[in-house]
C-alpha cells in the first residue's frame, strides 16, 4: 500500500532563514505530487505541482521554491523566511484518474 | 442539525443526530467532486467521491449529493459521532493555469462541533 512521509512534522524558524521540508511517497511510482499551505482557520492554497522528476509548476507566485529531484521526493524550500510563511504544509499525491489527492501529516511551521 | 445557507464556518450538532454540510462550487465544467475530513492537526482524509453524471452516493454512514443546476454539493452524515468533529472540505476538479496536470481546488471548510 502508498504511503507518504512529511518531516519535520513542527519546525520553529526565525525570520530571514533558510527553510527545507521534504515529503517522500513510498509504494507508488510516477505520482503527480502537490505542495498545499493551510494558513489557521483557513482552506488549503495550492502553491506547486510536480508531474515528475525535474518539472515544477507554480500556481501562487511566492517567497517559496520547489524542487522534484528523485521520483518520489518532493522537497519544499525557502532562501529567507517571512513571518507570513508560517502555517501548515501539505503533501499530497495523486497517480492517474480520477483526480483523488491522498495527503501527508503535514508539518507544521512557525516563523518567528 | 441542519445547516442554513452555504459555506457556514461551524456547524454544532447533538451526537446522535444526522448532519449536513453544504458547498457551492463555481466551476460548471466541473465533472469530479471529493469531500474530505481534516481533524486538528493532520491532514486532510477522503471521505466520498462523486462524479458529475450522478446525482447521489452513498458510503459508510454518509452520503453525498450533487445538484448540478445550482452548482451545489452536500454531505450528510448520519447519526453523528463524537469522532466525526473535524474541519470538512469539498473539492471540485480544476485545471491548473500552468498546464500538463489538473488536481483539485478546495473550499473553505466547515468545523463540524458535536455536542455531547
Known amino acids: 500500500s502508498q504511503t507518504i512521509h512529511q518531516w519535520p512534522a513542527t519546525l520553529v524558524q526565525p525570520v530571514g532563514s533558510p527553510l527545507s521540508l521534504e515529503c517522500t511517497v513510498e509504494?507508488?511510482?510516477?505520482?503527480?505530487l502537490y505542495w498545499y499551505r493551510q494558513a489557521a482557520g483557513r482552506g488549503l492554497q495550492l502553491l506547486f505541482y510536480?508531474?515528475?522528476?525535474?518539472?515544477i509548476s507554480s500556481e501562487v507566485p511566492q517567497n517559496l521554491s520547489a524542487s522534484r529531484p528523485q521520483d518520489r521526493q518532493f522537497i519544499l524550500s525557502s532562501k529567507k523566511l517571512l513571518l507570513s510563511d508560517s502555517g501548515f504544509y501539505l503533501c499530497?499525491?495523486?497517480?492517474?484518474?480520477?483526480?483523488?489527492?491522498?495527503f501527508g501529516p503535514g508539518t507544521r511551521l512557525t516563523v518567528t | 442539525g441542519e445547516s442554513v445557507g452555504l459555506h457556514l464556518p461551524t456547524l454544532s450538532v447533538q451526537e446522535g443526530d444526522n448532519s449536513i454540510i453544504n458547498c457551492a462550487y463555481s466551476?460548471?465544467?466541473?465533472?469530479?467532486f471529493i469531500w474530505y475530513k481534516q481533524e486538528s492537526g493532520k491532514g486532510p482524509q477522503f471521505i466520498i467521491d462523486?462524479?458529475?453524471?450522478?446525482d447521489k452516493r452513498q458510503g459508510q454512514r454518509v452520503t453525498v449529493l450533487l445538484n448540478k443546476t445550482v452548482k451545489h454539493l452536500s454531505l450528510q452524515i448520519a447519526a453523528t459521532q463524537p469522532g466525526d468533529s473535524a474541519v470538512y472540505f469539498c473539492?471540485?476538479?480544476?485545471?491548473?493555469?500552468?498546464?500538463?496536470?489538473?488536481?483539485?481546488?478546495f473550499g473553505k471548510g466547515t468545523h463540524l462541533i458535536i455536542q455531547p
Open positions: 499530497a499525491w495523486r497517480i492517474g484518474g480520477p483526480y483523488e489527492q491522498y
Open positions: 509504494g507508488t511510482s510516477n505520482p503527480n
Open positions: 510536480s508531474v515528475g522528476i525535474g518539472q
Open positions: 466551476n460548471s465544467a466541473s465533472d469530479y
Open positions: 462523486i462524479r458529475s453524471n450522478m
Open positions: 473539492a471540485e476538479n480544476y485545471f491548473y493555469s500552468g498546464g500538463g496536470a489538473d488536481g483539485l481546488t
